[in-house]
């Protein structure tokens, strides 16, 4: 282990409380990289236990110990639970197919169980069911999670059923969790997939704009409308990966709106149009795009390219003012008016020290700096006199190494020398021209907005829970928790009903955030599952009297932040009982 140095072992006898009983550990200690730290320890009993082990009678000590996953399988499927998700799937396919040991709910439920806990394939999922302590408590044997069941259970779900599935689940958690859907954001983007080049199976798996720079792979294109309380998705759209984002914006938007006027009547509450507000990046902006919104009555906060408005840019920082100095700090705005998609629209002009600060970091320590560094190395091949390579080739490698605009401005460059030997190039960062871009440009947006009544500060805030709709998707392509991948479908419908169970389990996910940051504990969803993992069973294993093992099960020891989480998730309902 690089970087690590260890010292000396030292073991000792641990005991640790848990409730009325002290529960006995051998641990061994050792100093890592300077610090104490326990690096290992093993299970010896409790105190009747050892004395017993001493005197040669009771149980002794165990003869195999095994260590099963318990916090985050029993917290996710405590909210899978609680929504009724089986049950709500299960109420819209209908019975269960002939020879399946479970419901199609189930199936599904606990594919999205493993999607948020612990990704992999089908065919993998049985054998990681085998180390969490998941079959004891939803009591489904490892034997009825064959992969091929799976695949029937998906079968079994048609894509207009998944849309009624949708919607009720979506209801489901704004009941259960009171979250406010009244404004929401939109986002898309597109995952790759291993779908073979020949496979017809599947049209929507096309080569596109890969947004994780798979260009060699086949994509398929994913639209997420998640709220503002919360980030919890409402509604999903999947299309194929080489349609350009903008074009499936009014699919979205009218599916958004369906599913929000179902959504809240089945929450009892009064569903008009106007009263939800879309929020959306500048990805999505056409003169069409804009008039279906104004179409379908829906309000709106969106954005424009700074580059696009030299106008706004060119104005005096006395021009903005502080917004709200208690919720945006710094931050500075001016609310004007502007043509913007063939339409006079509100424009609010926003500057923040902080995004100032670090474009002008990322700028100089990266941007510029690549472009220096590819410019010396130039310099100092042509100082060599080898190169062969007429005026007009270098001229082009110089103008490539300088194409971002940014650079371009504040970059000069010569090139000296008649014939290739003698070619010379110097240049240097114009520390005015510098200076200029970054006043012009660093730590602005452009927000456009058809609420021309609210305050700046709200259009601002709502704009900003954008970032929610782009953090649900950095979730899904987190490869640990909550992951899209892997992906081992090949056919449309598979890939669709995929696309549910990674949706569901965001929307657990989230759903669990939000109920913890309401208990006090603001963590992110990682972090929120490796403390919730961080809580495992132990199984003793003792000798029989008739040949079968005998199990006694607890909980590890926990930290009071797993504590809290315990009581947050209600995880005593899963705990073993001695």
Same mark, same amino acid.
């Given at each position: ?29 050792? *100093? @890592?990289?300077? #610090? ?8 010896? !009993?409790?105190?009747? &236990? +050892?004395?017993? /082990? ?9 003869? *195999? @110990?095994?260590? #099963? ?8 499927? !405590?909210?899978?639970? &609680? +929504?009724?998700? /089986? ?28 999607? +948020? ?462």
């Amino acid at each position: 282990m690089i970087g690590l140095l260890y010292y000396p072992y030292m073991a000792s006898i641990v005991g640790k409380k848990r409730g009325t009983a002290t529960y006995y550990y051998l641990v061994e200690s050792a *100093r @890592v990289d300077g #610090k104490p730290r326990i690096v290992s320890q093993e299970y010896l !009993g409790t105190a009747d &236990e +050892l004395a017993a /082990a001493m005197r040669g009678g009771g149980l002794g000590l165990p003869d *195999r @110990v095994r260590h #099963k996953q318990f916090g985050d399988v029993a917290a996710v499927w !405590g909210m899978l639970e &609680e +929504l009724g998700v /089986a049950g709500i799937i299960d109420e819209v396919a209908g019975p269960r197919p002939a020879g399946q040991p479970l419901s199609a709910g189930t199936y599904l439920a606990v594919a999205a169980l493993n999607r +948020l806990v612990a990704p992999c394939s089908k065919a993998a999922l049985a054998d990681w069911w085998k180390t969490t302590a998941a079959h004891r408590f939803t009591k489904i044997p490892v034997a009825a999670l064959d992969h091929r069941r799976f695949w029937d259970a998906m079968h079994a779900v048609t894509e207009q059923q998944m849309e009624e599935i949708s919607a009720k689940i979506a209801a489901r958690i704004v009941a259960v969790s009171g979250i406010d859907c009244s404004s929401v954001a939109l986002d898309m983007t597109n995952f790759a997939t291993f779908i073979a080049t020949a496979n017809e199976k599947a049209r929507f798996a096309q080569r596109g704009k890969a947004k994780q720079k798979r260009t060699d792979l086949r994509l398929v294109g994913l639209g997420l409308v998640v709220t503002r309380d919360g980030g919890i998705p409402l509604t999903w759209h999947t299309y194929p990966g080489d349609k350009p984002d903008v074009t499936q914006f009014p699919d979205m938007i009218t599916q958004l709106l369906a599913r929000y006027q179902a959504v809240c009547g089945r929450s009892g509450v009064a569903a008009e149009a106007a009263g939800m507000t879309v929020v959306f990046d500048a990805g999505q902006n056409s003169e069409a795009n804009f008039a279906h919104l104004a179409a379908a009555g829906l309000s709106w906060i969106g954005s424009v390219p700074a580059s696009d408005c030299p106008d706004l840019l060119a104005l005096p920082a006395s021009a903005r003012s502080i917004v709200d100095a208690d919720r945006f700090g710094q931050l500075t705005a001016c609310d004007t008016r502007r043509q913007a998609y063939g339409a006079g629209r509100r424009a609010i002009l926003t500057h923040s020290p902080e995004l100032h600060q670090a474009q002008a970091a990322g700028f100089g320590g990266t941007t510029l700096a690549k472009a220096g560094k590819n410019l010396d190395e130039l310099a100092a091949t042509l100082a060599r006199g080898r190169t062969r390579r007429p005026r007009d080739k270098v001229e082009a490698e110089i103008t490539a190494i300088t194409a971002k605009p940014w650079v371009r401005r504040v970059i000069t460059w010569q090139l000296t020398g008649d014939q290739p030997r003698d070619f010379r190039l110097t240049w240097q960062v114009d520390a005015a021209a510098r200076t200029a871009l970054e006043e012009e440009i660093f730590g602005k947006h452009v927000l456009i907005t058809g609420h021309d009544d609210w305050p700046a500060a709200e259009v601002i805030a709502g704009y900003r829970s954008q970032s929610e709709a782009e953090s649900a998707f950095r979730q899904m392509k987190d490869t640990h928790v909550v992951s899209f991948s892997p992906m081992f479908h090949w056919t449309e419908h598979n890939i669709r009903v995929h696309v549910f169970t990674c949706v569901l389990a965001l929307q657990i996910a989230h759903l669990m955030r939000l109920k913890a940051r309401r208990a006090g504990l603001d963590l992110s969803v990682r972090e929120l599952l490796r403390e919730l993992g961080g809580i495992g069973e132990t199984v003793l294993l003792y000798k029989g009297d008739r040949g079968r093992p005998r199990a006694h099960r607890m909980l590890t020891e926990t930290t009071p932040v797993q504590d809290k989480l315990a009581q947050i998730f209600s995880l005593d309902r899963y705990a073993p009982r001695r």
